[in-house]
C-alpha cells in the first residue's frame, strides 16, 4: 500500500511518501521558523496560511521525487490532531479532497502517535511493548506500549512541556527562537557546577512531570545575576543555560528510569523535538548501559514534526481496515490515551 502523510499541525508543513512494502520513498518540509521568529513563537493566522501556500507545490515535488503520481496512491493520511485548529484544517481539508478525488481512504492520525512510532522508520527499531518518552513543545508524557493504539499514560507534566520550559528560558535569556536549540547552543559554553537546579518532582513517588517550578527558578536566578543595567554577562548566560538544561534532561532521565524499573520493560522509545538535544541523548545512553535496557531514537530529522511519521501510522491504520468519512473534522485537543486499537469503533 502506498499512502501520502500530511503534517500541517503547527509550524511546519510536512509530507511523505510510506510504502507498505519499501518503506519511506520519499519526504519534504518547509519550516515556519524564520516567519515566526520575529515574533518570539507561533502565531496560529500566520501558520495556517502559509500552510495553504505550500503544501500543494510540496506534494508536487514530492512526487517528483519519488517519479510518482497521484494515481498511484492507495490512500492518504492527514495530521487530525492534537495542534492548531486553522492548521490541522488545511491538512485535513487537502487530505480529504484528494482521497475522494482518487476514489482511495483517508485517515485522520494522532500526532503524537506519530511521534510515538518515529523510531519504526530506523532500520533498528523497537518491538511491542516497549515504554516511550514523549517530549516535545506540548507535550510531556511517559507511556507504556503494548501495540498500535495500546497505550497506556504512565505520567505527564502537569503545567509546562518540557520543550514549553525550554522555549520561555530562551526568551527570558535573550536566545533566538525556536528556544530548545538556542538553549542547548548557549549551553556548550556553560560551566558545570556553577549554578545547581532542581530537579522537580524528583524528590517523590511517581512518574508525573512539573517544569513551571524551574522557569521560575531560571527567571530569578537571571535576574538575581544581572548586572547594573539588568544585562547578564554571556558566561552567566551560558551558565544559566547550562544549568537548565541539565536540570531539565535529568529530571526526564530519572523518571524514565523510574518507570523502567516499575514496569520491567527494556526498551525505551524516546521521540518529540525534545528527543534531539545531545545532552538528553547522552545521559539516556548512559541509562540504558546502567539499566541493561534498549532505547531508540529517531533520526533528529523525525524528531520535530514530519510527514514521514504520519504516513507511516496512516498506513498501518488503513492496513487494519480503518478509515475516515468525508467529513473534515479535527481535533485540536486530543489526548493520545483515547486512540483505540484498529478494528475497534472510532469516535
Sequence with gaps: MLVLG??????????????????????????????HAEYGGVVPELAARDHIRKLVPLVRELLEDAK?????LDGVAYTRGPGLAGALLVGASMGQALALGLGVPAIGVHHMEGHLLAP???????????????VSGGHTLLADVAGLGEYTILGESLDDAVG??????????????????????????GQAGHFRFPRPMTDRPGLDFSFS????FTLTTARDHENEDHQLTEQTRADIAYAFQDAA?????????????????????????????RSLRNK???????????????RPEFCTDNGAMIAYVGCLRLMAGESDDIA????????????????????
Excluded at 523497537?126 to 514523549?134: G, M, R, T, V, W
Excluded at 517550578?213 to 521560575?216: D, P, Q, S, V
Design 213 to 216: 517550578g524551574l522557569k521560575t
Design 164 to 189: 514549553e520550559a525550554f522555549d520561555k528560558t530562551a526568551k527570558l535569556l535573550d536566545l533566538a527562537y525556536p528556544g530548545g536549540p538556542s538553549v542547548a547552543k548557549e549551553a556548550e559554553h
Design 328 to 347: 473534515v473534522a479535527v481535533r485540536p485537543r486530543w489526548k493520545i490515551s483515547e486512540l483505540q486499537i484498529p478494528g475497534a469503533a472510532r469516535t
Design 120 to 134: 519504526m522508520l530506523e532500520d533498528l527499531r523497537p518491538e511491542f511493548p516497549f515504554l516511550a518518552l514523549l
Design 68 to 72: 510518482l503520481v497521484l494515481s498511484d
Design 6 to 35: 500530511i503534517e500541517t499541525s503547527c509550524d511546519e508543513t510536512a509530507v511523505a511518501l510510506y510504502n507498505s512494502e519499501k518503506g519511506l520513498l520519499a519526504h519534504r518540509l518547509y519550516s515556519q521558523i524564520a516567519m
Design 284 to 298: 539516556l545512553a548512559d541509562m540504558a548501559q546502567q539499566e541493561n535496557i534498549k532505547v531508540f531514537f529517531p
Design 249 to 277: 534532561t535529568d529530571t526526564l532521565v530519572i523518571k524514565a528510569m523510574r518507570a523502567v524499573s516499575q514496569t520491567g520493560r527494556n526498551e525505551l522509545v524516546v521521540a518529540g523535538g525534545v528527543g534531539a538535544n
